[in-house]
């Protein structure tokens, strides 16, 4: 599985230590589109490639760090064809994917431990999409994406 990665100098350190356990565990390769330091930098630089990445089929999914996870998720959701969530805790975590057919999820590392974006991130690769009723939903985003038409049911 390939893997985009983007954060910025508040996701740095909480990168770096993701990155090594993926590439130590798992038969993972990564995209790191930055940012590599932890002085100060503007966030949609990053997540924008790592989006657009996933969007482009370069990577199969996404994981996008900042302090409060809100605005590197911001950034991805404005990529066409990218779903992005912010994991709060595990069970969002597998949800995103479940329900949303997340393809790229965020954290906040202000608000949690690199060892919770670690297992969270480890989660959200192992989940499937549900169909049913959750498929029929995300066909709704996809076609207002496209087309903006709303038509309540």
């Known amino acids: 599985m390939k893997l985009a990665i983007g954060c910025d100098h508040g ?25 590599y330091s932890e002085e100060s930098c503007n966030y949609p630089y990053y997540a924008f490639q790592a989006a657009e990445c996933v969007k482009n089929g370069i990577a199969e ?63 959200f690769l192992n989940a499937k999409p549900l169909s049913g009723k959750h498929s029929l939903r995300v066909k709704l985003i996809e076609k207002y994406e496209k087309t903006k038409e709303i038509q309540p049911k």
């Open 11 to 35: 996701g740095f350190l909480a990168k770096k230590a993701l990155i090594d356990y993926l590439t130590k565990n798992f038969d993972i390769e990564i995209c790191d589109f930055g940012c």
């Open 61 to 123: 999914k996404g994981v996008l760090i900042c302090n409060s996870g809100e605005g590197v998720c911001m950034c991805a959701n404005k990529v066409e064809g990218i779903r992005c969530g912010i994991a709060y805790n595990d069970e969002t975590s597998h949800l995103i994917v479940e329900h949303n057919e997340a393809n790229m999820i965020a954290f906040g590392a202000k608000f949690m431990t690199i060892e919770d974006i670690i297992r969270r991130t480890v989660i």
